[in-house]
């Protein structure tokens, strides 16, 4: 069956700008997350969704950043006036019910910021 | 905080050679802890896991044992090939997320 799907796989903007990043969880997931890789580090908890809530936003960094998702599926990440800083690879994942459950990856957008 | 250390890589191995890759681990109560892979323009994926101490987790000849007298996850495969090259990632959960070491490059030459 499909994965976890990103769009777009890669995002080149321009510092200041606003960008939104899309997440397609596997069907029937209600639990959904999501990641920042940046270079030679291991992926950074961000926010975790349950249904269409955010459970924990514990790991958003500032207020620039925001995620949705209004029906319990599809989610995006919204990242206001990016900084060259942002730059790095985000990665959504979502698992059947709950994180005591196994989280599946999607391949991650890469956001660079000029 | 929760934290995972796993050695610093790259790694770089021959074919049918035996592979560790060294994880410890700080974190209070008990996690699950967790080896993910991300091979070359794929995902991160789940490799194995192990849920309480003394479990042992296995998967395509990777094996890894929950030592919380040593707080260690250490990866071990007997035999490796060309397509294990990749990165590995140990890990544990806590609450809602999971903790990742920075990761661990292993290349194997034919």
């Known amino acids: 069956g499909a994965g976890v799907s990103q769009t777009p796989s890669n995002k080149v903007t321009e510092k200041g700008k606003y960008v939104e990043l899309r997440c397609d969880p596997i069907s029937g997931h209600t639990a959904l997350y999501w990641y920042r890789q940046s270079l030679g580090q291991g992926p950074e908890f961000l926010i975790y969704f349950q249904g269409t809530g955010a459970a924990d936003d514990s790991g958003l960094p500032n207020d620039r950043f925001f995620a949705v998702r209004p029906e319990g599926s599809v989610s995006t990440l919204k990242i206001q006036r990016t900084e060259r800083g942002d730059s790095a690879v985000y990665l959504c994942?979502?698992?059947?019910?709950?994180?005591?459950?196994?989280?599946?990856f999607g391949p991650g957008t890469r956001l660079l910021v000029l | 905080g929760d934290s995972v250390t796993q050695m610093e890589g790259p790694v770089t191995l021959s074919e049918e050679a035996f592979l560790t890759i060294n994880c410890t681990y700080t974190a209070t109560g008990y996690p699950s802890l967790f080896w993910y892979v991300q091979y070359p323009g794929e995902g991160l994926q789940l490799l194995l896991k192990?849920?309480?101490?003394?479990d042992k987790g296995s998967n395509k000849g990777f094996e890894a044992t929950y030592r919380k007298e040593t707080t260690s996850f250490h990866l071990e495969k007997g035999s490796v090939q060309v397509s294990d090259s990749a990165v590995y990632f140990c890990a544990l959960n806590r609450d809602d997320k999971i903790i990742f070491g920075k990761g661990t490059r292993l290349h194997i030459l034919p």
């Open positions: 994942a979502s698992s059947t019910s709950g994180p005591q459950e196994t989280q599946y």
């Open positions: 192990a849920t309480k101490a003394d």
